[in-house]
């Protein structure tokens, strides 16, 4: 790269970086050699290393075969942790829309997206870089923009005013995607054998009523072009901290999630969302659906966007395995946990160093 590299370049992110014309990785983002992602040297065996997601037809399960769709979505949470929902029911136009806002905003000039920046982990939108840009030793290639969306009409006024459709492209597509939780989640408690969407009691009531006033964060990832993907990642493994995370990822391949001991591609397909089971839906499921590690590896031609909304219950309320899926042969394995202990947890030390959700296990 021509120009020298300052500390004071690395904190304006990678989008800086990459449209400066940075032609080499500054060291600041090379990996420890076994943490690299070895997937651009290698011409991968696609059978082998790149996997398409259990597929759940969110129509279907809608209708008179939901028990058929109930069973793979269990397979897929006990194996996988991931899944894809396509024919979700929300518009198109609502993706599209937001992936193009999304992009706009990172088209932005630096001083622009700069005024979200604030080292307040519970400020209602946060721009930034890598994961924690005050902590992180090697930083990855990736800026984000958090916006936290509940209670939407509180936030709302704190999130970009530019673009200037900004606030109502991104509000729509957060109610949208709320919805769509809230279905899937149903459907995951009555896999689960705790909720029946034929008969729904008072109980099932308000287990659902805590899920719709739960929380819910929306993170827009931006991964730039990167001069030497080899060397770095957009994303280090880690779990997602909440119940579930519907993730919208464009056509760039870049997520990886770990199955059997290595680490698999997962192939893009449009206009579908990519499903997680988070480390809350874990430990409530008393370990019977995964929270599994993922990765993001980066790209040396093309720019990479997804936007991940994350659902969990009131940032104030404890999980712990359901007592109804406690019994002798299943033991409880988890702690109970809130957000305060995970907040707690993640500043005592570098966060990719370190596994929340084996914190929280019995032994
Ligand atoms: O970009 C992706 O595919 C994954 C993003 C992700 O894992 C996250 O935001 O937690
Ligand atoms: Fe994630």
Same mark, same amino acid.
């Given at each position: 790269?021509?120009?020298?590299?300052?500390?004071?370049?690395?904190?304006?992110?990678?989008?800086?970086?990459?449209?400066?014309?940075?032609?080499?990785?500054?060291?600041?983002?090379?990996?420890?050699?076994?943490?690299?992602?070895?997937?651009?040297?290698?011409?991968?065996?696609?059978?082998?290393?790149?996997? !398409?997601?259990?597929?759940?037809?969110?129509? #279907?399960?809608?209708?008179?075969? !939901?028990?058929?769709?109930?069973?793979?979505?269990?397979?897929?949470?006990?194996?996988?942790?991931?899944?894809?929902? +396509?024919?979700?029911?929300?518009?198109?136009?609502?993706?599209?829309?937001?992936?193009? #806002?999304?992009?706009?905003?990172?088209?932005?000039?630096?001083?622009?997206?700069?005024?979200?920046?604030?080292?307040?982990?519970?400020?209602?939108? !946060?721009?930034?870089?890598? /994961?924690?840009?005050?902590?992180?030793?090697?930083?990855?290639?990736?800026?984000?923009?958090?916006?936290?969306?509940?209670?939407?009409?509180?936030?709302?006024?704190?999130?970009?005013?530019?673009?200037?459709?900004?606030?109502?492209?991104?509000?729509?597509?957060?109610?949208?995607?709320?919805?769509?939780?809230? !279905?899937?989640?149903?459907?995951?408690?009555?896999?689960?054998?705790?909720?029946?969407?034929?008969?729904?009691?008072?109980?099932?009531? %308000?287990?659902?009523?805590?899920?719709?006033?739960?929380?819910?964060?929306?993170?827009?990832?931006?991964?730039?072009?990167?001069?030497?993907?080899?060397?770095?990642?957009?994303?280090?493994?880690?779990?997602?901290?909440?119940?579930?995370? /519907?993730?919208?990822?464009?056509? +760039?391949?870049?997520?990886?999630?770990?199955?059997?001991?290595?680490?698999?591609?997962?192939?893009?397909?449009?206009?579908?969302?990519?499903?997680? +089971?988070?480390?809350?839906? %874990?430990? @409530?499921?008393?370990?019977?659906?995964?929270?599994?590690?993922?990765?993001? @590896?980066?790209?040396?031609?093309?720019?990479?966007?997804?936007?991940?909304?994350?659902?969990?219950?009131?940032?104030?309320?404890?999980?712990?395995?359901?007592?109804?899926?406690?019994?002798?042969?299943?033991?409880?394995?988890?702690?109970?946990?809130?957000?305060?202990?995970?907040?707690?947890?993640?500043?005592?030390?570098?966060?990719?160093?370190?596994?929340?959700?084996?914190?929280?296990?019995?032994?």
């Amino acid at each position: 790269m021509a120009m020298e590299i300052k500390e004071t370049d690395f904190q304006k992110g990678v989008k800086h970086l990459s449209e400066n014309g940075a032609s080499k990785l500054p060291d600041k983002y090379i990996l420890p050699v076994s943490d690299r992602p070895n997937v651009h040297k290698e011409k991968p065996d696609v059978s082998k290393s790149s996997l !398409r997601l259990p597929v759940i037809d969110f129509g #279907v399960l809608q209708g008179p075969n !939901r028990s058929r769709v109930l069973d793979s979505l269990s397979c897929a949470c006990e194996e996988y942790g991931f899944f894809q929902v +396509v024919n979700h029911g929300v518009p198109v136009e609502v993706i599209r829309r937001m992936n193009d #806002v999304s992009s706009r905003f990172f088209g932005l000039p630096y001083e622009e997206r700069a005024k979200y920046m604030s080292s307040d982990m519970t400020s209602p939108v !946060r721009y930034g870089t890598s /994961l924690n840009q005050i902590k992180d030793s090697v930083f990855c290639w990736r800026d984000f923009l958090k916006l936290v969306c509940t209670p939407l009409s509180d936030v709302l006024p704190h999130w970009p005013s530019t673009p200037m459709d900004f606030r109502e492209v991104a509000a729509t597509y957060a109610k949208e995607t709320k919805w769509l939780f809230l !279905r899937i989640t149903e459907a995951i408690l009555e896999s689960l054998g705790l909720w029946d969407a034929t008969a729904t009691t008072p109980e099932d009531d %308000e287990i659902m009523k805590q899920f719709n006033e739960g929380s819910q964060l929306m993170v827009v990832n931006c991964f730039p072009p990167c001069p030497e993907p080899d060397l770095t990642l957009g994303m280090p493994p880690h779990s997602d901290y909440g119940f579930l995370t /519907l993730l919208l990822q464009d056509q +760039v391949r870049g997520l990886q999630i770990q199955h059997k001991g290595k680490w698999i591609t997962v192939e893009p397909n449009a206009d579908s969302f990519v499903v997680n +089971v988070g480390d809350h839906l %874990e430990i @409530f499921s008393n370990g019977r659906y995964k929270s599994v590690q993922h990765r993001v @590896f980066v790209n040396p031609e093309k720019p990479r966007l997804s936007v991940a909304s994350l659902h969990s219950l009131a940032f104030n309320s404890m999980v712990g395995p359901s007592p109804k899926l406690i019994d002798e042969r299943n033991p409880r394995r988890y702690k109970d946990t809130d957000f305060a202990t995970f907040l707690e947890y993640i500043s005592s030390c570098e966060p990719k160093k370190k596994n929340f959700l084996e914190s929280r296990k019995l032994t």
